[in-house]
């Protein structure tokens, strides 16, 4: 059992950067990779960036490479998900996933931080 607990939301204009934090409760992640989704109003939810925890492998969705950076931190159990000039169409809510590393589902889900895009 993984809870997951999401930070780091706000509000901010177009071009600037916030970090997302998300922090997991378990005795080792080593097993797991970690991802970050989006819901926007009105549109169904879609993956941003993951990341194996054991190798550091990560992944991104096309439209946030270069943009974004996902990252971990094996002492705090912490992923964090660096969103650099941040555009409009990023505002969303931002989920925090897990899922053992070997399966195609995240069956850990944190609560979502909202990050709203000024123009």
């Known amino acids: 059992q993984v809870q997951l607990v999401e930070s780091g939301g706000g509000l901010v204009q177009a071009g600037g950067s916030l970090r997302l934090s998300c922090a997991a409760s378990?005795?080792?992640?080593?097993?797991?990779?970690m991802g970050w989704f989006r819901q926007a109003p009105g549109k169904e939810r879609e993956f941003v960036a993951s990341?194996?925890?054991?190798?550091?492998?990560?992944y991104y969705t096309d439209s946030v490479k270069g943009r974004f950076t996902i990252s971990r931190d094996n002492a705090k159990n912490t992923v964090y998900l660096q969103m650099n000039s941040l555009k409009p169409e990023d505002t969303a809510v931002y989920y925090c996933?897990?899922?053992?590393?070997?399966?195609?589902?995240?069956?850990?889900w944190g609560q979502g931080t909202q990050v709203t895009v000024s123009s």
């Open positions: 990341i194996n925890w054991r190798a550091g492998s990560t």
């Open positions: 378990a005795r080792t992640l080593s097993s797991y990779s």
């Open positions: 996933a897990a899922k053992l590393a070997a399966l195609q589902r995240y069956d850990y």
